[in-house]
């Protein structure tokens, strides 16, 4: 399976600022993802970073707030915008391969705390 | 859209037992269902995965079943060992390159020594 990493593991950010967190995969890709997790639940998809052209969201979720970059195979953000407390939550990168295209692979988290 | 239930929550057994867990899926179009597992602090990981054309697949100690006909599969985990505590996921998409996993609520084994 394909090595992801994520920048930051964590951060502490302040109400009204933003982050930005990278996904780099150390192969190309087909699919980029990033979802959100709040503490003790599922995995709730945030959009599909899509190679060149905008991102697409799922309902719930607006470009304006969670700005996405997907500027070749292997490299992804995430912005989170103007914090709030909401948006405390882990922030997950996942892709799918070329080959073997069915299975799916997270990367390791950005745990993100808005005080 | 596709929605994924899990049952149960919060599962607890002896070591060596088995552990059963359920997910049942709403579109009937759906053809791929992993199972992931998520240690505490850590990402999900593929554990295994199964395909409409299949009714049963194993890997050592897990398996998972489908029955695509009352739109349900299991994972189901035999002589469990305390490292196999953990919150453990269930999904399912339909096919095709844009396809997204549509993940249930998650269940928590706890395997007792």
């Known amino acids: 399976s394909a090595v992801i990493s994520q920048k930051p593991s964590r951060d502490i950010c302040q109400r009204g600022t933003s982050l930005t967190i990278q996904c780099q995969v150390d192969?190309?890709?087909?699919?980029m993802f990033w979802y959100r997790q709040q503490p003790g639940q599922s995995l709730t998809l945030i959009a599909t970073?899509?190679?060149?052209?905008?991102?697409?969201?799922e309902s719930g979720f607006v470009i304006d707030k969670f700005p996405i970059s997907r500027p070749n195979l292997t490299f992804s953000t995430l912005t989170v915008s103007n914090m709030s407390p909401e948006d405390s939550s882990i922030y997950l990168c996942?892709?799918?391969?070329?080959?073997?295209?069915?299975?799916?692979?997270f990367g390791p988290g950005t745990r993100l705390t808005v005080t | 859209g596709e929605n994924v239930e899990q049952h149960p929550s919060t599962l607890s057994v002896q070591e060596g037992d088995s552990a059963v867990i359920k997910c049942t899926y709403s579109?009937?179009?759906?053809?791929?269902f992993p199972w992931y597992k998520q240690e505490l602090g850590k990402r999900p990981q593929l554990i295994i995965d199964?395909?409409?054309?299949?009714g049963e697949k194993k890997d050592q100690r897990i398996a998972v079943t489908l029955n695509k006909t009352a739109k349900h599969f299991s994972l189901h985990i035999t002589e469990t060992q305390p490292e196999d505590s953990a919150v453990y996921f269930c999904?399912?998409?339909?096919?095709?390159?844009?396809?997204?996993?549509?993940f249930g609520s998650g269940t928590q084994l706890t395997v007792l020594p």
């Open positions: 996942s892709v799918r391969g070329q080959f073997r295209s069915y299975e799916q692979y």
């Open positions: 192969s190309q890709v087909t699919m």
């Open positions: 970073a899509n190679q060149g052209s905008e991102a697409t969201y």
């Open positions: 579109d009937s179009a759906s053809n791929y």
């Open positions: 199964i395909r409409s054309n299949v």
């Open positions: 999904a399912a998409s339909l096919s095709g390159s844009a396809r997204q996993l549509t």
